[in-house]
């Protein structure tokens, strides 16, 4: 799909509006009002409900009582960006150095802004995936870019090679991929990371990847694109902690790549918030040095809470598409007889005591036919809170 861009400046320069003049994401922010007025499960956000590992957060109350309270250095702490190094060689085998080729950001949603704002001209098109993380769309238009998407269609949400290379061209500056994908779970395949470094580098194209969900991921391996043959150096790999540690309020998050595209972007970041969360950065630092197992125990304990919704929402009358990782499930409301999932979304509470969001949220067209059923519920809570979710679904059967 090709378009400009639902998403622009207002006249006034005050905010994004989306193609009906309303400001955007109003979505999220009416669903998680409305489990709050309805008392719904709310399984529209993607946030858990649980604190991650017990070291990383004694941690960051250390690091508050020993004083490591004030503006850390620019780039982040010179220990967590060693331990970002050395995270990416012993999971992937890569070597980003901690002086120049690692940055620290007040989250990934920081490091896709700078780095947007840093390497996008006005006019230049920026390529990513459909649907997308609703944060892509705002950034590329503040950064003044042109949105060109290729869509992932159900049931495996893998693009089509050909759509991939239609959309791809010499005027492209960036593609943005993310894997493992948020709305759909997905886990992209080897092929397709192929194609996209063959074609970024036929075009003279960068690669930013956005892999927060890099560790959360079922049976399947996760393959930062960056380890692809020849595709290091025109790649810039963006990840946080929040997703993997269940830390989404503390906002740190990272990248790494070529020294001249973190420079870039480091002097974007500078303007954006300088620096964030000093006593978070050890905590984050102790978090990506945790042993292999913990890592492994985050994923099966993930993997559990997607097999109980997965489940309960197949028992429930949906056709779901199961994910090979991330927060997130998809699931079709079409064969309960729901064709509008936004207006199915609104029902929900009352219906089944439960909080959605259609997969036209994460679209350039809210009125997309490919998505127009589709559904994404989030299982990244609390066993007894996905079984009161499952309960209230089956309602739904009669
Ligand atoms: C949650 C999320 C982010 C934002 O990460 P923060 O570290 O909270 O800024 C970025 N990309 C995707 C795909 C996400 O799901």
Redesign the pocket.
Known sequence: MVVDGPWRRTAEGAGLVDEDGHVSSTIFAEMSALALRTGAVNLGQ?FPDEDGPEAVLAEAVAAIERGENQYPPGPGTLDLRTAISEHQRRFYGLQPDPQGEVLVTA????A?AATLLALVEHGDEVVTFEPF?D?YGGLIALAGGRHRTVKLRAPDFQPDPDELRAVVTDRTRIILV?TPH?PTGTVLDRGTLDLVAELAERHDAIIVT?E?YEHLTFDVRHVPIATLPGAAGRTLTIS?G??TFST?GW?I?WLSGPRELVTAVSTVKQYLSYVNGAPFQPAMATGLRLPDAAFTAIADGLRGKRDLLSAGLSAAGFDTFRPDGTYFIVADAARLGFDDAAAFCRALPELAGVVAVPLSAFCLDRHDPDYASLVRFAFCKRIEVLERAVDGLARLRS
């Open positions: 993607g989250g990934a949603t920081e896709l993380y944060a993310n948020n956005d927060v946080s929040g997703k989404t906002k998050g």
